[in-house]
């Protein structure tokens, strides 16, 4: 079976893009890493990527007089690189609804959430404003409305007594770290639906 070509869109560190490049390196992946796009010229990820033989491009949303043409320089940029998957990892802009349709069923995300519940910005610090006894992440479809598309796959993680947000996110990006392989390998698969 061949391997769906994949691209990784980010706006900073890309921790989660490192895992999925590390987890496309088995030999077994169903999926393969064919491109990483940037809106930040300086992300740290684009280096990571580089230096792992990952192409890169930086499509900088600060060139594009509204979000649709910086939408559209994005879709050719992946059309040209003969991407099947969208994986959005860290990647801090909101997508035109016109984009979002075109890659509808084929562009994933992962949310530092049990959503539905804290969709948005700032999860942690609203997890433990909220009380909640456990959090987690969630890999999901990208849909029009934010982080409201199906789920794929959920990691859950306790709230401990004494944690703050540092603790916290770290002990949920562990967890998108495992988590988000996984669900690209279902969606890769076909194994992505009930």
């Not at 490049?21 to 999926?31: G, K, T, V």
């Not at 994933?108 to 959503?115: E, K, Q, V």
């Not at 433990?128 to 990691?155: M, N, R």
Request: net charge positive; aromatic share 6%.
């Amino acid at each position: 079976m061949a391997k769906r070509r994949v691209g990784i869109l980010i706006s900073g560190r890309g921790s989660n893009m490192a895992a999925l490049i590390e987890a496309a390196r088995a030999p077994d992946y169903p999926a393969e890493i064919v491109l990483v796009v940037s809106n930040v010229p300086d992300a740290a990820g684009l280096a990571f990527a580089a230096l792992r033989g990952v192409p890169t491009v930086v499509v900088n949303h600060k060139n594009f007089a509204n979000r649709e043409t910086f939408a559209d320089a994005l879709d050719a940029k992946l059309r040209a690189a003969k991407v099947e998957i969208v994986c959005l990892a860290g990647f801090m802009r909101l997508l035109a609804t016109p984009f979002v349709e075109r890659w509808r069923g084929r562009m994933i995300n992962i949310h530092p959430s049990l959503l539905p519940a804290f969709k948005g910005l700032n999860t942690h610090a609203r997890a433990l404003d909220a009380g909640a006894k456990t959090h987690g992440c969630t890999v999901h479809y990208v849909e029009p409305e934010l982080d409201s598309g199906p789920v794929i796959l959920q990691a859950e993680v306790p709230v401990l007594p004494g944690d703050d947000e540092a603790t916290l996110a770290a002990r949920v990006l562990k967890e998108e770290h495992r988590l988000y392989p996984a669900a690209l390998r279902l969606v890769a698969e076909g194994r992505d639906k009930s």
